[in-house]
Each structure stands twice: as C-alpha cells, then as structure tokens.
C-alpha cells in the first residue's frame, strides 16, 4: 500500500478529527471549475448511490437507524443542526462514532508511550533523507503551519502531513471540541446515552506507517507542489458539507488531484484507489459488522459526511444487509 500526501492535505479534514475553527475566508471553488470539469464531475457521480444528504433513516423491521454525516471542524451553522437533531439523539439506545470521548483520551495515552507511530525516534530524520531543495521546500510548508523545522524534520510523513492538512487561517483556534461529533457527543453524555466507538484508530495509525520512510519520502517528494493548500479548499469543503453534496466535492478532488499530479495516469488512478480504500472502502465495511452488532432497536450513527455515499459507503451497504434507506431532515 502506498499513501499519496496531495490526497491526504485535502481530505483529512472531511475524514479525521482536526483541530481547528472553520473561520478562514476564501474562494469556493466550485465556481472555477470549467464546463469541462462540471462534466467530468457530473459523470463522475451520476450513478453514486446517496449521493446527497447528511442525514438518513435506514429501517429493517423494528430496527432503526439515523445515520448522520458529520463534519469535524466547527462552523457557527452547526449549532441549529444539532438543535434539530437533539430530539433524534434523545430517543436513541446508542451513539455510535469514530471514535468516543473515552477511547479518544486512551488514544492519547497511549500515543505518549509509543511515540515513534508519529514521530521517527531512530535513524536519520526527515533533514537528512531529503535533497537540501526539498527539505527548504518542505520546511518552508511546515513553518507556515506553525511547524519548526527541527520538529518537522522527525515527523513521520504522514503525521507532518495531517499536522498541515489544516490551512494556517486556522492554526492557534481553541474551538476543538465544537465539531458535529462533538456536540453530539455532549447531547449524548447530558441524556445519559451509551457511545460506542466503530474503530480502533491504532489500526488506521499502523496502516499509515505500513510503507518504509524512504517509499513515503518517495511520495512526498513528488507531491511537494501540491502541499500547503489553503483557505480555498476549506471554504468549499464547508459550503458543500451545508449544501449536502460532499460526494461532489469528492470528485472535485479528484478531478483536481489528476489535473495537478505529477504521477503517469494510470499511476495516480492507482493512488487515488489506494488512499480511497484506506480512508473510506475498508473502514466503512469494518464498520457494518460493529452495527449489526450493537444492541437497541433505535441507533444513531454520527461519521464523517464523505463515509455515508457511493457504492461502498456506508448507507449501500446497509441497504444490501435488508435495510430501506430514506433521506431525513438536517
């Protein structure tokens, strides 16, 4: 498995927990795009399965579940969404996430005893694996993000990756704990509802660090012109979770991630297949067995938006385990 960097600076923030305020001001880009990439697009999900929504209502006989799409950064338009699904919240046996506030603090814990899945704590760093030019180019990123350069340089690739996947209009915020999940999660601990976490994030973790440090140098390397996007993609990313179409603004991605990739075509569909089964296909097919599993005729699944659509997301899925799906409000 090889990870792809310019994928993960534009997607993190849709799919994992980020530390940041969505307060940056910029352009949609949904409004640059050519008619020949609202073509592209268009094609690209004309048959993606829920397609649209964040909010959906999957029932098998007495069982019922509100699967919602979350956002995990925070945005003033979050506070009437969680309003309104407070009631839905309040009925439920369980809250199932990401993971819940109780694994997130043994996640933490266990991170500071075993440092080297984030950060190289032998053999050269990041300084001395690199040309002198990419590690200018490379630092230079990192210092914009608030990252020195001697920190930097002994972050796994993949860690210094995410650490700069949020654009630097939003470093410093304190607003951590103001995501969708975590209001929910608030509502669920005020009503008393149990959470359950659907993963364990060591695995994704270990998954990233899969490769050896020179094949993900290897990477970087040639993804270093598509590093330090900014406020622009953050802007749009938002727009589109609101409108409730994350799937198109997956495929904006894509098509922008071809445009610019420095890899051969055929190399870089392969990477882009790759980072998807990564961040979504696997994990949203781990997740359906935990499901099934939990107890309670009323559940409520609260994941990442970019999770519930398209042929592998979480919503087909449970439709093919006999459940009816219909859109809900939001």
């Known amino acids: 498995m090889r990870l792809i960097y310019s994928i993960l600076f534009l997607l993190l923030p849709a799919l994992l927990p980020a530390w940041a305020q969505a307060a940056c001001t910029g352009t949609d880009l949904r409004t640059t795009l050519s008619p020949q990439d609202q073509s592209w697009i268009d094609t690209r999900i004309a ?9 959906w209502i999957a029932q098998r006989g007495a069982r019922r579940i509100h699967v919602i799409g979350t956002l995990h950064l925070n945005d003033p338009r979050l ?15 369980t809250l ?5 506030p109780e694994d997130e603090a043994k ?17 050269p ?5 690199l040309s002198a030019e990419d590690w200018a180019t490379l630092s230079g990123i990192a210092q914009k993000h608030g990252i020195p350069g001697w920190m930097a340089a002994k972050m796994r690739p993949w860690f210094l990756a995410m650490s700069m996947s949020v654009p630097p209009c939003l470093r410093g915020s304190k607003a951590s704990k103001l995501g969708l999940d975590k209001r929910l999660q608030k509502q669920a601990k005020g009503n008393d509802i ?10 994704i973790l270990q998954a990233m660090n899969a490769e050896t440090l020179d094949e993900q140098l290897r990477q970087m390397q040639l993804s270093l012109s598509l590093m330090g996007q900014g406020a622009d993609e953050f802007v749009t990313l938002t727009h589109s979770y609101f409108e409730q179409t994350s799937w198109r603004y997956l495929a904006m991605v894509e098509r922008r991630f071809y445009q610019s990739s420095t890899f051969e075509e055929d190399e870089a569909r392969q990477l882009w297949d790759e980072a998807m089964d990564l961040m979504l296909v696997h994990r949203n097919a781990a ?9 309670g005729t009323t559940l409520v699944v609260a994941v990442g938006a970019l999770h519930l659509p398209g042929e592998t997301g979480i919503l087909n899925l449970l439709q093919q385990q006999g459940y009816s799906l219909t859109r809900a409000a939001f």
Request: no cysteine; hydrophobic share 45%; aromatic share 4%.
């Open 287 to 295: 997740w359906i067995p935990v499901i099934e599993a939990t107890q």
């Open 107 to 123: 996640l933490q814990a266990r991170l500071g005893k075993t440092p080297e899945l984030m950060f190289i704590t032998q053999g």
């Open 96 to 100: 199932l996430l990401e993971i819940t």
């Open 79 to 93: 506070q009437a969404i969680t309003a309104r699904l407070e009631p839905v919240l309040a009925a439920a046996d």
């Open 125 to 129: 760093t990041l300084i001395d694996r």
């Open 194 to 203: 149990p959470m359950l976490s659907l993963e364990d994030p060591i695995t």
């Open 47 to 55: 048959d993606a399965p829920f397609a649209e929504g964040n909010h």
